[in-house]
């Protein structure tokens, strides 16, 4: 069964370092979203991709976080410099895309996070 | 600017009760999902629901859907330990199809 995957899976950092994350959607998904979960909280979309170009990033804090997909496949999220309220995981999912807009085909699929421990 | 409430946020039950878990939202749209999240582990999607009056089951789970209300209903029905998650609804809304969480519901059944 196709997965999302991410990597790494755990990152420990130190405040004021950067780190990067990666992801590779589910083959043939168009749309690619990263989010934020803070522990005990809901998923908080950060960005929001349809093929390579950028459709949502309003809740991305774009002094310190970057994101691209530069051929609209896989993509890199950045955090340079971290703080430590960028503790948290860090969740990329995927679907088909909205010009096959359905039921089936707008459910977002979640890859295994990344956990981020900023020190 | 759309807000989902769930409700509770904690859930302690026993095996072999029934409970509810609820979930509102704040305005029109289209399509409302229930998701499980495993401590530690991602969100796995249960249930997509579409239209008015959707109903959908699987296994001990049954989520409904009352778009007039704006509520959704996650139904537990013979609680079995192995049911103990996390389950978030998510509301999409928006131009881009954006989903808002709800904070989570921490459900533990107990033996």
């Known amino acids: 069964e196709a997965e999302v995957a991410q990597s790494p899976r755990y990152k420990i950092t130190e405040k004021s370092q950067a780190v990067a994350f990666w992801c590779d959607p589910i083959s043939g998904h168009a749309t690619l979203y990263w989010y934020r979960q803070i522990l005990g909280q809901g998923p908080e979309l950060l960005v929001q991709?349809?093929?390579?170009?950028?459709?949502?990033d309003s809740q991305l804090p774009k002094d310190r976080f970057s994101a691209e997909r530069l051929k609209g496949v896989d993509s890199t999220l950045k955090i340079q410099p971290a703080e430590l309220g960028d503790s948290a995981m860090y969740l990329c999912?995927?679907?088909?895309?909205?010009?096959?807009?359905?039921?089936?085909?707008?459910?977002?699929?979640f890859g295994p996070g990344t956990r981020l421990t900023v020190l | 600017e759309l807000k989902v409430e769930q409700n509770p946020l904690f859930l302690s039950m026993q095996e072999g009760k029934n409970y509810t878990i609820y979930c509102n939202y704040s305005t029109t749209s289209d399509r409302l999902y229930w998701y499980r999240q495993d401590p530690g582990k991602s969100l796995e999607s249960l249930f997509v629901l579409l239209s008015n009056g959707a109903v959908k089951q699987e296994g001990r789970l049954m989520a409904s859907l009352d778009t007039k209300a704006r509520l959704s209903t996650l139904h537990i029905t013979a609680a079995v330990h192995d049911l103990s998650a996390t389950y978030f609804c998510a509301v999409s809304g928006g131009s881009n199809y954006k989903l808002t969480f709800g904070k989570g519901t921490l459900l533990t059944v107990n033996p």
């Open positions: 999912a995927s679907s088909l895309g909205d010009r096959f807009r359905s039921a089936s085909t707008d459910t977002q699929y």
């Open positions: 991709f349809q093929d390579e170009s950028v459709v949502d």
